[in-house]
């Protein structure tokens, strides 16, 4: 007898979510699916509606309409079992208790939560436990809000903004310790204005505009599908003759081939056949091929007058 199973909930699932403010559509009918374990960058101008969208997810505001679920549950039901944690920019933090009073003080308020010393180190929180929550920097306090989002050991983490203001050598610090609670199979979506931070540590890119979401996808898909990659070279052929070449090599992919006194250049995707004629004209040097960035695409997108 065969048996079928149900397939697991989506992580996150949206229909049809909407959400005004007076005249200002903030959620403009969006449809979400994230599958566990994902990691997700919300993308898109100031006010394109990632704050709202997010909050609207985890319950914290009420959509005008459309349905959402966390692993098949409501907001409150997913929040009630430990599943949800979230680190908001400006997230407001009890100043005057210790750092480790702080994180004890909030495990109590919990049924369960994660080994304390554990989370301390894990969020390099550690060498910071006797100061004053009030006297630690911004990148800091943002660690002792990342380790109170991960206290309840949740499945999903939403990440608002999260590294605002902090210094490089912060920021490479705070992705390593998002690298490592991600190979624990969270869920993680975040909003970031930092797009290099999407190209880096998210693999499917969401981009807003307008309270819409214009583009989804793969990060590195996005990139390539909205932006063009770029090939040059130099070489001693005639022009025609390089630019017969290339033409050739295209084989109909809408490229954009220009050359003029022996500079080649490129613009297009999927340029390996390019480079390879490209080579292979006489005199051949200087090769330099850069590739299109999720920072390209957003670009394109988000500037285009109409979608
Ligand atoms: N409580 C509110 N009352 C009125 N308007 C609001 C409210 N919250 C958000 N908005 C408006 O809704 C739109 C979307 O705002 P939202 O904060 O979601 O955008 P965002 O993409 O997170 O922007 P940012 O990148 O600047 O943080 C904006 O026009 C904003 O002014």
């Given at each position: 007898?065969?048996?079928?199973?149900?397939?697991?909930?989506?992580?996150?699932?949206?229909?049809?979510?909407?959400?005004?403010?007076?005249?200002?559509?903030?959620?403009?009918?969006?449809?979400?699916?994230?599958?566990?374990?994902?990691?997700?960058?919300?993308?898109?101008?100031?006010?394109?509606?990632?704050?709202?969208?997010?909050?609207?997810?985890?319950?914290?505001?009420?959509?005008?309409?459309?349905?959402?679920?966390?692993?098949?549950?409501?907001?409150?039901?997913?929040?009630?079992?430990?599943?949800?944690?979230?680190?908001?920019?400006?997230?407001?933090?009890?100043?005057?208790?210790?750092?480790?009073?702080?994180?004890?003080?909030?495990?109590?308020?919990?049924?369960?939560?994660?080994?304390?010393?554990?989370?301390?180190?894990?969020?390099?929180?550690?060498?910071?436990?006797?100061?004053?929550?009030?006297?630690?920097?911004?990148?800091?306090?943002?660690?002792?809000?990342?380790?109170?989002?991960?206290?309840?050991?949740?499945?999903?983490?939403?990440?608002?903004?999260?590294?605002?203001?902090?210094?490089?050598?912060?920021?490479?610090?705070?992705?390593?310790?998002?690298?490592?609670?991600?190979?624990?199979?969270?869920?993680?979506?975040?909003?970031?204005?930092?797009?290099?931070?999407?190209?880096?540590?998210?693999?499917?890119?969401?981009?807003?505009?307008?309270?819409?979401?214009?583009?989804?996808?793969?990060?590195?898909?996005?990139?390539?599908?909205?932006?063009?990659?770029?090939?040059?070279?130099?070489?001693?052929a005639?022009?025609?003759v390089a630019r017969d070449a290339l033409?050739s090599a295209?084989?109909?992919?809408?490229?954009?081939?220009?050359?003029?006194?022996?500079?080649?250049?490129?613009?297009?995707?999927?340029?390996?056949?390019?480079?390879?004629a490209?080579?292979a004209l006489?005199?051949?040097?200087?090769?330099?091929?850069?590739?299109?960035?999720?920072?390209?695409?957003?670009?394109?997108?988000?500037?285009?007058?109409?979608?």
């Amino acid at each position: 007898m065969s048996q079928t199973t149900a397939p697991p909930p989506r992580a996150i699932f949206t229909r049809g979510l909407r959400k005004s403010f007076g005249d200002v559509l903030a959620v403009d009918d969006v449809d979400l699916d994230i599958s566990p374990g994902e990691i997700v960058a919300l993308l898109g101008p100031n006010g394109a509606g990632k704050t709202t969208l997010i909050d609207i997810i985890l319950g914290l505001q009420s959509p005008d309409r459309g349905e959402r679920m966390l692993c098949g549950l409501s907001p409150r039901d997913a929040i009630a079992r430990g599943l949800v944690g979230a680190l908001h920019q400006h997230g407001a933090l009890l100043t005057d208790l210790r750092v480790g009073s702080l994180v004890r003080f909030v495990a109590d308020t919990m049924e369960t939560h994660r080994d304390l010393d554990e989370l301390m180190v894990a969020t390099g929180i550690e060498a910071l436990a006797r100061r004053r929550v009030g006297k630690c920097s911004g990148g800091e306090q943002q660690r002792i809000r990342l380790a109170l989002a991960l206290l309840s050991d949740p499945l999903f983490l939403f990440l608002d903004e999260p590294t605002v203001g902090m210094d490089v050598a912060s920021r490479t610090a705070f992705w390593q310790i998002m690298d490592d609670e991600a190979q624990r199979g969270r869920t993680i979506v975040f909003a970031t204005h930092y797009l290099t931070e999407a190209q880096q540590y998210a693999q499917r890119t969401i981009i807003m505009r307008s309270g819409r979401v214009i583009a989804d996808g793969s990060t590195a898909q996005l990139a390539a599908d909205y932006a063009d990659s770029t090939l040059t070279l130099r070489c001693d052929a005639t022009d025609t003759v390089a630019r017969d070449a290339l033409e050739s090599a295209s084989a109909g992919r809408p490229w954009h081939i220009t050359v003029e006194g022996g500079m080649v250049t490129v613009r297009g995707n999927d340029l390996d056949d390019a480079a390879r004629a490209g080579l292979a004209l006489p005199g051949a040097r200087d090769l330099s091929l850069t590739h299109s960035t999720i920072e390209d695409a957003y670009l394109a997108l988000t500037t285009q007058t109409t979608l």
